[in-house]
């Protein structure tokens, strides 16, 4: 969620990788995200993320999650932990939403908040500027 495997250090951008994969399911189709698995499906676990227990690790996320999304739209996720060969992996289920929704966040580099729109686009997520957001919001909310 937030550590960097390779510098050993807390990244920001990785916690945003995991908000903007979750704002890209809202506005899509749904979808699921295993945090504590790597792209190539290899079950790295939570434990390098420093949190004392599961608790405190859920709590770190609910608090992102509210704070960049709203608490407002967390019906539409669940999350849980599982044990993987030893490990635990936190499982985040993530339901359509049936408005848009934008992920509010801090980027490096940018003095306030911004407001990004992002989607699905097969295995990958997309941000979409102005006019391609107002174009995919009214074609896909009602």
């Known amino acids: 969620l937030r550590m960097n495997l ?3 250090k807390k990244d920001p951008e990785l916690e945003l990788a995991v908000f903007k994969t979750i704002t890209g399911f809202l506005n899509t189709s749904g979808g699921q995200l295993m945090v504590g698995v790597n792209d190539a499906g290899q079950i790295l676990g ?3 993320d420093g949190f004392s227990n599961n608790d405190k690790f859920e709590l770190h996320f609910w608090s992102l999650f509210t704070e960049s999304l709203g608490v407002e ?3 539409l996720v669940k ?3 599982i044990e993987v060969d030893n490990k635990s992996v936190f499982y985040v289920s993530c339901s ?3 408005s848009p929704i934008f992920l509010n966040w801090k980027s490096s580099g940018h003095a306030k908040k911004q407001e990004l729109f992002y989607v ?3 295995p990958r997520t997309d941000l979409l500027g102005i006019r391609q957001a107002l174009a995919y919001i009214e074609s896909n909310f009602h």
Request: charged share 35%; proline share 0%.
């Open 6 to 8: 390779y510098s050993l």
């Open 46 to 48: 939570l434990k390098s």
């Open 73 to 75: 739209k967390s019906q």
């Open 79 to 81: 999350t849980e932990f």
């Open 96 to 98: 359509k939403s049936d």
């Open 120 to 122: 699905r686009t097969g």
